[in-house]
């Protein structure tokens, strides 16, 4: 192994499951993904079709094949756990299992919105509700990757602090980690885009368990609360941020995927990592 591959990101994109979630990873290989991310469901249906045993296998055996790659799951859009909702809760437990039939290790989850309620409120009933979900799946490993949120409407998660609470309230602190997104934090009003904002802003991310960061430039400027991803260079967030994180050790081997806008024949993602290869550099220095 190169020195440069011991210490870059593994880069790749969220791909889709249409036609069978095994069909992600190939989509990904062809372009040239390390990492990839997948839906384990239709993201905007509560409930979604069954993945048989052959599929499953095919998922394993594929994956096996590419060398391993990195795959991570995002949890349906429908899920919101800032509140009381029985439906959420049986969603999310669902998705670990799919999570374990695949063995995806970790599914991405928006931590959810209050409804008015008020963050205290609605942070108590994101960790309550986190809690019922590991009774319910207390013999899997899969771990939920809070991620940082743009903080629009009643949002929960734009404050480091907020996935702080809710890791130290969950009884099984160790099922939880966190995913960080790049478009959400400037949307959120962290300002990663030189290298002195960004090393403040990682100073207030320490001790919070990181396993993957979505790699999105911003439609929208600067704390604007609004969540638009743009292609990498071409939005508000610009290159320097994505150089400081891409060539910081602190995340050393992490995967990180774009989920930026792309059309069927994913030419808009293959840019995109390009833009974002010519950012990295071997070096096991830590910024």
């Not at 960790?127 to 207390?138: I, P, Q, S, W």
């Not at 130290?168 to 939880?176: A, D, H, N, S, T």
């Not at 508000?236 to 994505?242: D, K, R, S, V």
């Amino acid at each position: 192994m190169t020195a440069r591959n011991q210490v870059t990101p593994k880069l790749g994109a969220h791909m889709s499951i249409a036609g069978g979630v095994d069909l992600a990873i190939e989509r990904g290989v062809s372009i040239g993904c390390e990492a990839v991310q997948i839906f384990l469901k239709n993201a905007t249906q509560w409930r979604g079709r069954n993945i048989s045993g052959t599929e499953a296998r095919r998922f394993r055996d594929l994956r096996k094949c590419s060398g391993n790659v990195p795959v991570f799951a995002h949890a349906s859009y429908l899920i919101n756990l800032g509140v009381e909702n029985p439906r959420s809760v049986a969603a999310l437990v669902d998705e670990i299992e799919r999570a374990d039939l695949l063995g995806v290790p970790f599914i991405v989850l928006h931590p959810g919105s209050h409804l008015g309620a008020g963050e205290t409120a609605g942070l108590t009933c994101v960790a309550r509700n986190l809690d019922e979900v590991f009774a319910a799946t207390a013999s899997s490993k899969v771990r939920i990757a809070l991620e940082t949120t743009a903080g629009q409407g009643s949002c929960l998660g734009h404050r480091f602090e907020h996935l702080a609470e809710i890791i130290r309230r969950v009884e099984q602190p160790k099922r939880l980690a966190v995913c960080v997104d790049t478009c959400h934090l400037f949307a959120a009003g962290y300002d990663i885009r030189t290298r002195g904002g960004y090393e403040m802003v990682m100073k207030q991310l320490d001790g919070l368990p990181v396993v993957a960061f979505h790699l999105n430039d911003s439609k929208k400027p600067f704390g604007s609360r609004v969540d638009r991803h743009e292609h990498i260079g071409k939005g508000f967030l610009g290159l320097e941020a994505f150089r400081c994180v891409l060539r910081d050790a602190r995340w050393r081997g992490l995967p990180m995927v774009l989920e930026t806008p792309k059309g069927e024949d994913m030419r808009e993602d293959v840019e995109n990592l390009r833009v974002l290869r010519s950012l990295t550099f071997p070096s096991t220095r830590r910024m």
